[in-house]
């Protein structure tokens, strides 16, 4: 699976801000290395989910809330993932309106298939706590089985 490019940069962001609180949008860019206007987007997101409190003015600057700091990768993910599907068997025009529709759409049974694995995806995401994979933070586990060959 792979996580849109917004969502990305949201979890990210909750990273920048548990190593170092508070940061404005311009050292939040500075921070995760990229462009103000993405990060401004995904900080007011973020404010509107209620993870960050956002202050104006000189001594401004996003900082985490509680509900931040507690934060799962799955929880942010899902929130922010506008994703109908995972594979593109409806194509929307930018009204939302049906441009075109998958032929097979009718007898495939693979939509559903690629919905349960993005939704088992977030479920093993749900465990890891954003603000703890902070450098410095302690270690992050997902409680997944040590691969062979590996220490």
Do not use: W
């Amino acid at each position: 699976m792979k996580i849109t490019a917004f969502g990305d940069l949201c979890l990210r962001i909750i990273i920048a801000l548990a190593q170092r609180e508070p940061q404005t949008s311009r050292e939040l860019a500075e921070s995760v290395g990229l462009p103000y206007n993405h990060v401004s987007k995904a900080v007011l997101r973020l404010r509107d989910m209620g993870l960050l409190d956002v202050r104006r003015g000189r001594q401004g600057g996003s900082s985490l809330t509680p509900a931040g700091r507690a934060a799962t990768a799955g929880q942010i993910l899902r929130a922010v993932d506008e994703r109908d599907d995972v594979a593109d068997c409806v194509r929307r025009t930018p009204e939302g309106h049906p441009a075109q529709v998958c032929p097979l759409i009718g007898g495939c049974e693979l939509r559903a298939a690629l919905n349960t694995a993005r939704e088992a995806f977030y479920a093993a995401l749900d465990g890891v706590v954003v603000a703890d994979t902070a450098a410095g933070r302690g270690p992050v586990s997902l409680g997944m089985p040590e691969l062979p060959g590996r220490a």
